[in-house]
């Protein structure tokens, strides 16, 4: 039996807990080195039935996690959690609102195409930031009203070129026109409305085919009347 004496008073001989013998009087186990007497119970609690009588060893109990949450718990929890949850702003990007303030304006095209610059460098600024930077919503704006502008002026200056087509045709067609009617039956007249047409000196502006039916008519419309 673990931590018993041998014989009535007598210290002479004991066992360890393992088992071993040992000398009376002696605290560890030469062999295995454990406390004389000491055993273990049931739970972990150390019980020891030597000479040296009963020690009892008893666990601590678990130490209990703080109450709430761990930010609660330490004070500090409420105030973290705000500085990386909500960002702070630092302001609105001004590349943004130049963008605005430009596809507004359109500059006859040139707001607009200096818009799609600006809103598209704002935005990106403002994504880079993470979001810290205000005006993205003032950026896109400007990057739709670019756009529109943009293609205004495109169908502006098609127009424009058109009706520059139209009237120099028009204007063309009238200077031929006259011309042939004036040359037809003159000493300088070939007797041919292709020869002479085809000879004459085009004003400065005018479509050289244009000027051309417009010489053939007056010349045949000169000499029908003649």
């Not at 008073?9 to 002696?26: L, R």
């Given at each position: 039996?673990?931590?018993?004496?041998?014989?009535?008073?007598?210290?002479?001989?004991?066992?360890?807990?393992?088992?071993?013998?040992?000398?009376?009087?002696?605290?560890?186990?030469t062999q295995c080195g454990a406390q004389i007497g000491e055993s273990r119970g049931t739970g972990g609690a150390l019980a020891t039935g030597s000479v040296f009588g009963t020690v009892g060893y008893v666990a601590p109990p678990p130490v209990s996690p703080p109450s709430?949450?761990?930010?609660?718990?330490?004070g500090y929890g409420y105030g973290y959690g705000m500085a990386y949850g909500a960002p702070a702003s630092s302001g609105t990007n001004g590349m943004a609102i130049t963008s605005l303030i430009l596809g507004i304006l359109w500059m006859w095209g040139l707001g607009s195409i200096l818009a799609l610059v600006f809103g598209y460098v704002g935005k990106r600024q403002i994504d880079q930031s993470g979001r810290t930077q205000g005006g993205r919503g003032m950026a896109m704006a400007g990057i739709v009203l670019g756009w529109i502008g943009v293609a205004g002026a495109v169908l502006l200056?098609?127009?424009?070129?058109?009706?520059?087509?139209?009237?120099?045709?028009?204007?063309?067609?009238?200077?031929g026109y006259r011309y042939g009617f004036d040359i037809q039956g003159t000493p300088n007249s070939a007797g041919d409305a292709t020869t002479d047409c085809?000879?004459?000196?085009?004003?400065?502006?005018?479509?050289?085919?244009?000027?051309?039916?417009?010489?053939?008519?007056?010349?045949?419309?000169?000499?029908?009347a003649g």
């Open positions: 039996m673990s931590g018993t004496q041998m014989g009535s008073g007598d210290t002479t001989a004991q066992t360890c807990p393992n088992g071993h013998p040992a000398a009376g009087g002696s605290r560890f186990c709430g949450s761990y930010g609660s718990g330490y200056t098609v127009f424009i070129i058109v009706a520059a087509h139209s009237v120099s045709s028009a204007g063309s067609y009238g200077d085809s000879s004459a000196s085009v004003p400065f502006g005018d479509i050289s085919i244009t000027f051309y039916d417009g010489c053939i008519a007056g010349w045949t419309s000169s000499s029908n």
